[in-house]
């Protein structure tokens, strides 16, 4: 069974740094692409940027571009979101997804909670 | 980037009734490389249709996605109560991949 599993909620400072994980079994960690995808207090999905956890090729939309960093540890099957300061825009539940065999996401994690505030 | 506009914002039907949801996009999506995802409240995205007319596994037959181009639609023949939720388009043909700002599904 194919389970992406994420850390749990975080309570942060502005200008604190930040890594969130997101934990991968019942596939081949190095055959499928994982997505992050940020959803603010009631609004709509955006997608953030992607990792091919073979490689460790990144691809961000350039609206996060410069903001956070995109990781894997093939040794763990683990993707990772990482800020180095953190802002109280970054406000947010953040969804890892793992891309099925187009670029679409076929499964999700539960999603992280973070929230940023002085 | 391409622009998702998915239409309406809010659908309000009664059960039984076929909700038509749409998603209208800037540029062509080519290879109909367009998803669909329901969003429940509190909870994470669901896969439900890729290719634009594919279903997911698991995915019950009402729930059906057509269009191409730069037109498509998700429609659900007959809802049922448990499919109130926040639908989002998606394409993955052209990075960055973007979605639709959603519609949410109501029941009367």
């Known amino acids: 069974e194919v389970q992406l599993v994420q850390s749990g909620a975080e309570a942060k400072k502005p200008g604190e740094s930040l890594r969130i994980s997101c934990k991968t079994s019942?596939?081949?960690?190095?055959?499928?692409?994982i997505s992050w995808v940020r959803q603010m207090p009631g609004k709509g999905l955006e997608w953030m940027g992607r990792i091919d956890p073979s490689d460790s090729y990144t691809n961000y939309s350039p609206s996060f571009q410069g903001h956070v960093t995109i990781s894997s540890d093939k040794s763990t099957s683990t993707a990772y979101l990482q800020w180095t300061s953190l802002q109280a825009s970054d406000t947010a539940m953040y969804y890892c997804?793992?891309?099925?065999?187009?670029?679409?996401?076929?499964?999700w994690g539960r999603g992280t909670l973070v929230t940023v505030s002085s | 980037d391409i622009v998702l506009t998915q239409s309406p914002e809010t659908l309000s039907l009664s059960p039984g009734e076929r909700a038509t949801l749409s998603c209208r996009a800037s540029q062509t999506v080519s290879s109909g490389s367009l998803a669909w995802y329901q969003q429940k409240a509190g909870q994470a995205p669901r896969l439900l249709i890729y290719g634009a007319s594919t279903r997911a596994t698991g995915i019950p037959d009402r729930f059906s996605g057509s269009g191409s181009g730069t037109d498509f639609t998700l429609t659900i023949s007959r809802l049922e109560p448990e499919d109130v939720a926040v639908y989002y388009c998606q394409q993955y043909i052209s990075s960055p991949i973007t979605f639709g700002g959603g519609t949410k599904v109501e029941i009367k």
């Open positions: 997804a793992r891309e099925g065999d187009g670029n679409y996401d076929d499964y």
């Open positions: 019942g596939y081949r960690f190095t055959s499928h692409w």
